[in-house]
Antibody, heavy 117, light 107 residues
Framework: EVQLVESGGGLVQPGGSLRLSCEAS????????MNWVRQAPGKGLEWISY????????YYADSVKGRFTISRDNAKNSLYLQMNSLRDEDTGIYYC??????????WGQGTLVTVSS | EIVLTQSPATLSLSAGDRATLSCRAS??????LAWYQQKPGQAPRLLIY???YRATGIPARFSGSGSGTDFTLTISSLESEDFAVYYC??????????FGQGTRLEI
């Protein structure tokens, strides 16, 4: 069974940093590109970052470019999101999602990030 | 940026009814469109990809159609577990992608 488990969320002050992790199991992690998607409280979904299998190709949404860094460790079956210079509007649930032929076919349960003073 | 507009924002129906949800793109996305279902407190689930293909394990009452800029998700006969929020997503400019704002399907 495919499983994605996010961790690392929490309360952080504006301007602070946080590192999210997503641990994968039940499939060959190194064979799939991965994404981070977030959802502000009571709002819709926003794709924020993509990383290819070999780490060569990385993309960010304009809203996080220059502040967030996506990475992965295929040996540890893990995906990461380093979030710096956090803003109030970064508050929300962060999901990791497996990329299969363009679509997000598996999602984690999400981890909540709250940016507040 | 390609903008997806979903309508209606809220759809009120009863079990057994037919539901028709719309997603319109600001420019052509070919058939690079998917639909996701999200229930309260849960992660989204992929229902339809490439506009009209059902994802693994999705019941046949869910169907998708359309291409270019206009897309439709149809649920032929609503069951109680179908009441949720539905999002469309385009990835014509993969790996970037955008979601619609969602349609809430309520009883």
């Amino acid at each position: 069974e495919v499983q994605l488990v996010e961790s690392g969320g929490g309360l952080v002050q504006p301007g602070g940093s946080l590192r999210l992790s997503c641990e994968a199991s039940g499939f060959t992690f190194s064979s799939y590109s991965m994404n981070w998607v977030r959802q502000a409280p009571g709002k819709g979904l926003e794709w924020i970052s993509y990383i290819s299998t070999s780490l060569v190709t990385i993309y960010y949404a304009d809203s996080v470019k220059g502040r967030f860094t996506i990475s992965r460790d295929n040996a540890k079956n893990s995906l990461y999101l380093q979030m710096n210079s956090l803003r109030d509007e970064d508050t929300g649930i962060y999901y990791c999602a497996r990329d299969r032929s363009r679509w997000f076919d598996s999602w984690g349960q999400g981890t909540l990030v709250t940016v507040s003073s | 940026e390609i903008v997806l507009t979903q309508s209606p924002a809220t759809l009120s129906l009863s079990a057994g009814d037919r539901a028709t949800l719309s997603c319109r793109a600001s420019q052509s996305v070919s058939s690079y469109l998917a639909w996701y279902q999200q229930k309260p407190g849960q992660a989204p689930r992929l229902l339809i990809y490439d506009a009209s293909y059902r994802a693994t394990g999705i019941p046949a009452r869910f169907s998708g159609s359309g291409s270019g800029t206009d897309f439709t998700l149809t649920i032929s006969s609503l069951e109680s577990e179908d009441f949720a929020v539905y999002y469309c997503q385009q990835r014509s400019n993969w790996p970037r992608g955008t979601f619609g704002q969602g349609t809430r399907l309520e009883i």
